[in-house]
C-alpha cells in the first residue's frame, strides 16, 4: 500500500511523525549548468551579501578575518576593500550564527552575531564593521559577552547614514547611528529590529508601532500597530512602508491592507520599490517558516493594482530578493547540491514550471521496519546534499544524522534506528492509523510494514 496525501493536520499528534530536516548549509558543490532566463550566476561563499547601484556588497569570514569585498552587479574584477581581525571565540558548542550586511551603493554596515551554548553558559560574539567603497573596513564593535537570549539586530543604510539595532558590546540600547568614527550613538532607546533602509527613509520598529523616518528631510510618521505583526518590514525611496501584510505612506500611515497578496501562507517581503512588492511564499504552505524543502516561489507584485507574476525557484533553496531594476531581478539562493549564488534573472524568459525548491520525497510504498531499524526509502528531484536527522512528533531525534549526496533525480534509502518505545507504536498502530510522514512539502500516511514483530522487546 502506497503512501496517501492527506491534508488533516490534526491528526499528526496521533499518529508518529517522521520529517526530514537539514542540520546546516552544505558544502560547496560545482556549477550547475546555464538555465534559460539566467543572465549571469556568479558564486560566494556567504549569505551575507546587499546589490545597491549596480554593485553587490558581501561579507565572508575565513579563518578568523571578516573581509568586505564588491564587484559590479553585471559581472566583472571583484574588489576587496579590506579585511579585519573577526569578533573573539565564543565559548562552549556554536548554536547559531547570523552575518548580515546593509549597503547603498557607497556606504555599508555589518553585522555578525555568534551564539554559544546553552542556558547559564549562553554567550554571544559580536562584531560590527562600517566602512565605504574608497576606503578600509573599520571594527565598529567586537566583543564576547555573556548575556541572555535576545532577538538578533538589524543593519540598515539611510540617506548614507548607518545604523544599528541590538548591538552588543555596551552600545547603547536600542537604534544607534554608526558614524565615521567612534562608537554607536543612541537614535532611539525604544528602537528595535526589523528594520529596512532605502535612499533617505529608514523604517524600524518600536512598541506597539513602526516609525518611519526621513532622515535627510520632512515626511516622517508613526504606524500603530493595530496588534498585528510588524514583520516583514519595508521601506522604499517614496516612504512608502509595507508592514506584514499592510501598506502605509506619507500622509497615510494607517495600516491598510495590501490586495493581491495570497490569502495562506504569509508572504516573507524581502524587497520594495517605488511600484512593486517582490516576496517569497511557499504554495503548499506547509509550514510557518521557509525551509529547503517547500515549493518556494518569488512573487513580483505590482502596487497600483495587485497584478503579479510568480517565479519558480527550480534548483534552489531560500531565495532572498537582493535588487530589480525594470525587467532585470538579482536573487541569492543557494543550490539544491549546495552552492550560494546570485543569479540576475530576466523576468521575460524565466520559465514556469519545474519542482520548485530542494524537496526530499518519500517513496510510495511501506516502511520497512526489521528489529528497531526503520528503512526510509527518498529521493531528491533537484539534488541535495547535507546532513539530516529524522524526528517523531515530540521532536525526538530517531538515530544519528545521515549524510546526503545526490544528484539531481537521485535515490536512496535512509536508516535510523527507533527506540523501543517508538518501535512498539510502530507495531500496534492499525493501518487506518498508520504513522505519518512528512515530506516537507505535504504530509503522507505511510504504513510500516515490520519484517518481524517484538522489535520494542
Known sequence: ????????????????????VALHAPAMALAAPPEAGVLSTTTYPTRAVAAAAGQLAWLAMDVGQVTVRVQPLSGGAIRVLGSVAGPPEGTDALTASTAAIAFDGTQYVAMLDLRYGRGPSRNTSYE?????????????????????????????????????????????????????????????????????????WLAYTKPAA???????????????ALGRSPSPLLVNANGQAVIGRDLVAPGAPLRTALGGLPAEPDPVGQLLTADRLVYVFDRNDTDSTRSVFQDTRIRVQSLADGASQSIGTTGHSDPVALAI??????????????????????????????????PVKFARRPLLLTGRR????????????????????????????????????????????????????????????SPWLYTGREWYSAPVRVAKKGGHR
Do not use: W
Not at 1 to 20: D, E, F, K, T, Y
Not at 167 to 195: E, Q, Y
Not at 333 to 348: A, K
Open 210 to 224: 513602526t516609525q518611519v523616518t526621513n532622515v535627510a528631510g520632512a515626511g516622517s510618521y508613526l504606524a500603530a
Open 128 to 200: 560590527l564593521i562600517a566602512g565605504t567603497v574608497g576606503g578600509s573596513p573599520r571594527v565598529v564593535l567586537s566583543c564576547n559577552v555573556k548575556a541572555p537570549e535576545r532577538p538578533v539586530g538589524a543593519v540598515a543604510v539611510a540617506g548614507g547614514q548607518a545604523y544599528v539595532t541590538g548591538a552588543f558590546c555596551d552600545a547603547p540600547r536600542g537604534l544607534d547611528l554608526v558614524g565615521p568614527a567612534g562608537p554607536p550613538a543612541s537614535v532611539d532607546p525604544t528602537g528595535k529590529a526589523p528594520m529596512s533602509g532605502a535612499a533617505t
Open 325 to 358: 531594476e525594470s525587467n532585470q531581478l538579482t536573487v541569492l539562493s543557494t543550490t539544491c547540491t549546495g552552492q550560494i549564488v546570485v543569479r540576475n534573472l530576466d523576468l521575460t524568459k524565466v520559465p514556469a514550471g519545474g519542482v520548485s525548491g530542494c
Open 1 to 20: 500500500m502506497g503512501l496517501r496525501r492527506s491534508s488533516a493536520r490534526s491528526r499528526v499528534s496521533a499518529a508518529l511523525v517522521l520529517g526530514i
Open 374 to 433: 526503520l528503512a526510509v526509502p527518498i529521493s531528491c528531484p533537484n539534488g541535495c546534499r547535507g546532513h539530516y536527522e529524522i524526528t517523531d512528533d515530540p521532536g525526538n531525534v530517531l538515530g544519528k544524522p545521515v549524510r546526503l549526496n545526490l544528484p539531481p533525480r537521485g535515490t536512496t534509502t535512509l536508516h535510523f534506528t527507533l527506540s523501543k518505545q517508538q518501535v512498539y507504536v510502530a507495531e500496534v498502530r492499525p493501518q487506518s492509523d
